[in-house]
């Protein structure tokens, strides 16, 4: 038996700058359709049956995005979830010399983020856990991060505060460069080399969060941009791979931000360009018996008409 391992970054090309132009945010709700394809080609002279465990479009709502629907062809074995992470789990036999697609098609609304009224909401004490742990390319436990959160954060006498100061020490200490040395290797990377691309943004914004005691997420998905690469409110020219965060505030719940190129927090996802998919990098995974199989991953988003989004 073979295993499979397919990092879902593999299949989008890296994020790019998107143009720091002020364009006017409009309070319309729109409809788009996501299509994620995930194809197993077996070129093989031998039947293969495979196993995967595929990550799925978060099912909770935002201030930003709602799951109106979705559909899996073939149907999936089951699915888990944990929090905000859901697992779909396939089992597909692949003839020799065919290949077999497994596609999930998710309708969405998204909105702009207009920050709620003030309440009380809280994370378990393992979701807390969690959002605050150091992980690979999230090391908020590493020494020199910690220092830097202390430095960057003392004074801060709420969480509002704290994300607004991490914020301008993100947009000050960061050149976006899709050569840096640091791109796609996260927030120590991104420090050390003062550079990077719309993960290092997300980050090491989200490593000070977490080690100034704030929880964080990074946010993986897509904006949709007209053709000179800004965010568009209806219609778009182009779909892009991209990275933000989320930091939790017992007031507001999950609050977005987009360091990459937003000159503030209060105007981060002020319109409804952002296709918000999953958090953190995670990967397919799955194991292959009788012949050895290759994956490949590719994603459209479509946007409706008000017509068909009335139909929905």
């Not at 062809?73 to 692949?94: C, L, M, S, W, Y």
């Not at 182009?238 to 989320?246: F, K, S």
């Amino acid at each position: 038996m073979r295993l499979i391992r397919y990092a879902v970054a593999v299949l989008t090309v890296t994020c790019i700058l998107l143009a720091a132009v002020v364009v006017p945010a409009a309070a319309a709700e729109r409809q788009v359709t996501l299509t994620i394809q995930t194809v197993v080609s077996n070129p093989s002279s031998s039947p293969a049956t495979v196993k995967l465990s595929i990550p799925l479009i978060s099912s909770s709502s935002s201030p930003y995005q709602s799951l109106l629907s979705e559909s899996f062809t073939p149907q999936p074995v089951k699915i888990e979830e944990n929090g905000d992470t859901r697992t779909a789990h396939f089992e597909v036999r692949v003839p020799a010399g065919q290949s077999v697609t497994i596609e999930e098609r998710y309708v969405l609304a998204l909105k702009p983020y207009q920050r709620p009224e003030a309440g009380q909401y809280s994370l378990s004490e393992a979701e807390r856990a969690f959002y605050l742990k150091g992980e690979p390319t999230i090391e908020a436990d590493h020494p020199t991060l910690r220092k830097v959160a202390a430095q960057v954060t003392e004074g801060a006498a709420t969480v509002e505060e704290k994300a607004q100061a991490v914020f301008r020490y993100v947009r000050g200490k960061l050149r976006y460069n899709a050569s840096s040395t640091a791109a796609n290797k996260g927030a120590l990377a991104a420090y050390e080399a003062g550079s990077g691309v719309c993960q290092e943004f997300a980050s090491l914004f989200v490593a000070l969060m977490r080690a100034s005691g704030v929880p964080a997420r990074v946010v993986n998905g897509y904006v949709l941009l007209d053709s000179q690469r800004r965010l568009t409110t209806q219609g778009f020219a182009q779909r892009v791979r991209h990275q933000w965060a989320e930091y939790f505030d017992p007031a507001y719940g999950w609050v977005p931000v987009d360091p990459t190129f937003e000159s503030t927090p209060d105007a981060s996802l002020s319109r409804p360009a952002y296709v918000r998919q999953n958090f953190g990098d995670r990967p397919v995974k799955g194991t292959s018996a009788g012949a050895k199989v290759s994956l490949s991953r590719s994603a459209s988003v479509t946007e409706l008409t008000v017509e068909a989004a009335l139909q929905n």
